[in-house]
C-alpha cells in the first residue's frame, strides 16, 4: 500500500481529486487530499493564503495521518507547494509528482516563472477587482483547465460551480527552493499534451529544470477529472 498526498492548484480544492482518490482507494491505497487555506472549504481563510501555510497545511495533514513513504502529487500551482512539504517533512516524502505543474527556478515567484507579461497585467486587474483574488469567468475556466470535457459535460458543470478565488498573494511571493533542490528527492514529471494552462513546451522545460523526462498524457490541464484511470496507472506504477 502506497499513500498518495494530493495538492490541488489554483482556485481548485481538495474535490478535484474525488474520481482519482476513488481509483487509488480501490486498488488497496491511501490517499490525502486536502483544502489549502483560502480554497475549497477554507475559502473563508483567503488572508492566510501564503506558499509556506499551503505547504504548511499539507505537512500538518501528513503527520496528523501518520503519512510515512509517501507519494506527493502537486497539480499546476501545487508544484510550487510540494518542494517546500518535502523540505518540512523530509522523513515522510518518498517521491514528489508534478503534474502539469509548475517548477519554479531556485529563487523566483509564481508570477514571473509562469506569466508572460500580458497575463500578470490580466491578473493584477482581476485581483484589484476582486480584493485580492481572482476569479476567471466559467469559459476561461473551461478553456485552460477542462478542455478536452464538453462545457456541458456533468463533471465540467460540477469544477465550475465548486472553483473558488484564486488569492495573489502566492503568485507573487519570492519562493526558495535551494533547499529542496540541494535534497534531490526522487521526481516524477507529467506533462499533459492539450493544456493550455501548462503548455507542452513549457512543461518540457519544467521536466528538465527537476533533470527528468516527463511522462506524457493525451489530455487537457486536469486529468485527474478528465483521464483518472490513465493517470492512476501512471502513480501505481511510481
Keep these: 500500500m502506497t499513500t498518495f498526498v494530493l495538492v490541488h492548484g489554483m482556485s481548485h480544492g481538495g474535490w ?9 482507494t480501490r486498488a488497496g491505497h491511501r490517499v490525502l487530499a486536502m483544502d489549502l487555506p483560502g480554497h475549497g472549504r477554507r475559502a ?17 495533514a501528513m503527520m496528523l495521518a501518520g503519512a510515512h513513504d509517501a507519494v506527493v502529487v502537486g497539480h499546476s500551482m501545487g508544484g510550487v507547494v510540494i518542494p517546500k512539504v518535502a523540505e518540512r517533512v523530509p522523513a515522510r516524502v518518498r517521491h514528489l509528482v508534478f503534474l502539469a505543474a509548475v517548477v519554479l527556478p531556485p529563487r523566483a515567484s509564481l508570477f514571473e516563472t509562469q506569466l508572460a507579461p500580458p497575463a500578470r497585467a490580466m491578473l493584477r486587474g482581476l485581483a484589484s477587482a476582486g480584493g485580492g483574488a481572482i476569479q476567471y469567468s466559467a469559459s ?28 495573489l498573494t502566492p503568485w507573487l511571493e519570492l519562493v526558495d527552493s535551494r533547499g529542496f533542490y540541494a535534497m534531490r528527492v526522487p521526481c516524477t514529471y507529467i506533462r499533459c499534451l492539450r493544456d493550455e494552462a501548462v503548455t507542452p513546451a513549457r512543461a518540457a522545460e519544467y521536466a528538465r529544470r527537476l533533470g527528468v523526462s516527463p511522462i506524457d498524457m493525451d489530455c487537457a490541464h486536469n486529468p485527474m477529472m478528465s483521464a483518472p484511470d490513465a493517470l492512476a496507472r501512471i502513480l501505481v506504477r511510481l
Design 44 to 60: 473563508h481563510e483567503r488572508a492566510r493564503a501564503r506558499v509556506d501555510r499551503y505547504a504548511a497545511a499539507v505537512a500538518d
Design 140 to 167: 476561461l475556466e473551461w478553456a485552460r483547465w477542462m478542455s478536452d470535457m464538453p462545457p456541458g459535460d456533468a463533471r465540467v458543470v460540477d469544477a465550475l460551480g465548486r472553483l473558488t478565488p484564486q488569492p
Design 16 to 24: 478535484a481529486w474525488e474520481p482519482l482518490a476513488a481509483r487509488l
